[in-house]
């Protein structure tokens, strides 16, 4: 399997992150603040330096007040967003 930090799949991922984000009015600093971690944090997850895990994915949802359900699915095999 290869390497999924750069794949196709979590450029999506990210993409779909910073639009929710965008989308609730929200800055970087502001989701750092929500998750009580420095906006570092944020940029680097949204610029594809690191990884969130599973627990991270989940309170980053929570603070976007997102399904985090709804976010995954968005990333099936076809590439394109389910409603």
């Known amino acids: 399997m290869p390497k999924s930090l ?30 009580g971690r420095p906006q570092s944090f944020v940029a680097k997850y949204e610029g594809g330096e690191r990884r969130l895990d599973v627990i991270e994915f989940l309170e980053l949802t929570e603070a976007l007040d ?18």
């Not at 399904?67 to 394109?80: E, I, Q, T, Y």
């Open 6 to 35: 750069r794949s196709p799949r979590q450029q999506r991922f990210l993409a779909q992150l910073v639009s929710l984000r965008k989308a609730k009015g929200l800055t970087q600093a502001q989701v750092a603040e929500k998750l």
């Open 66 to 83: 997102a399904d985090p359900c709804a976010v995954l699915l968005g990333l099936g095999r076809s590439g394109r967003p389910r409603a």
